[in-house]
């Protein structure tokens, strides 16, 4: 019996799942970040093992013949990490490709849609009539506005210009400066720090805006701003094309906007990034 493993592999975490002929699917295997781009050696390692543990549990279900891959991973597309991912896995009937599509076809199911990923990183993509243009992902260096671990070096960087008296103090920099005491404890945390240490100050600032801290709310309309932009830019005019938000941040940043009087057809995703990869791998074996 054929299998179909969909590997989701993101800069925080990654996912996999194999689904039989069938449809019986087995459970998810989760493991750590996949990022190719930021630690293609980490990455590749975490693939590997998540290659290996789905596949024994496909077998365990039932799964004999042949098996056909489908991967998205975050900074695939940026990095031009394909071809050594290739060589290093030398596996048969494998697909790689970036994050952004296996979200585009989790969420659609191959109909034309936008999808908002705001997680450690952020992307918008939309899809037109069998067409895919992504805007963003660049990563933290040169964008990934909006993204938890942007959010998150802005609130830093707030609050140092709140220290030098350049703007306004508020709640949140003095939230910061509770958590970590001191200048040198910021800079030495900055220094090392990767974009998910960045985003895991992010539920913060989301707290400090429900409180109405000015400086917090002024980060995520800065964020969301960026969101809008790329949103129209993708409709080319078209305000009923779908809009489904994914990542851990996507909901609560799309939610912010309707308040503020944005009007955007949103939708709920027909499935997740994972689904999508699995999609793939079937319509790949011709298996829809």
Not at 22 to 42: E, F, K, L, W, Y
Not at 125 to 152: C, F, H, K, N, P
Not at 206 to 223: F, K, M, S, T
Request: proline content about 3%; glycine content about 14%; aromatic content about 4%.
């Amino acid at each position: 019996m054929q299998a179909f493993i969909g590997i989701d592999g993101g800069g925080t975490g990654s996912r996999a799942q194999a689904e039989l002929e069938s449809g019986a699917r087995t459970q998810i295997v989760t493991g750590g970040a996949a990022n190719v781009a930021s630690d293609p050696r980490a990455a590749l390692a975490e693939i590997t093992r998540l290659l290996a543990r789905v596949h024994a549990e496909a077998k365990e279900l039932g799964a004999v013949g042949r098996v056909t891959i489908v991967m998205g991973l975050a900074g695939v597309v940026e990095s031009g990490a394909e071809e050594m991912l290739r060589r290093a896995l030398a596996l048969a009937d494998l697909k790689i490709m970036g994050d952004v599509d296996i979200a585009l076809a989790g969420a659609f199911m191959g109909d034309d849609g936008i999808v908002v990923t705001v997680g450690t990183g952020s992307v918008v993509a939309g899809a037109r009539d069998g067409q895919v243009r992504r805007l963003g992902g660049y990563g933290l260096t040169l964008g990934d506005e909006g993204s938890g671990a942007w959010i998150g070096r802005e609130a830093l960087r707030r609050a140092l210009r709140a220290r030098d008296g350049l703007t306004p103090d508020g709640a949140l920099p003095q939230a910061l400066w509770q958590r970590f005491g001191s200048l040198a404890e910021v800079i030495g945390f900055a220094s090392t720090a990767r974009p998910a240490d960045f985003a895991s100050l992010a539920p913060l600032v989301l707290e400090q805006d429900r409180a109405h801290c000015p400086v917090a709310g002024a980060i995520l309309d800065q964020g969301c701003a960026w969101l809008r932009a790329a949103i129209t830019r993708l409709q080319a005019g078209d305000a009923e094309m779908p809009v489904a938000p994914l990542g851990g941040l996507g909901p609560a940043l799309l939610e912010r906007m309707a308040r503020q009087g944005d009007v955007f057809r949103l939708v709920m995703p027909k499935g997740s990034a994972l689904d999508g990869a699995i999609w793939r791998a079937r319509h790949l074996r011709g298996g829809a």
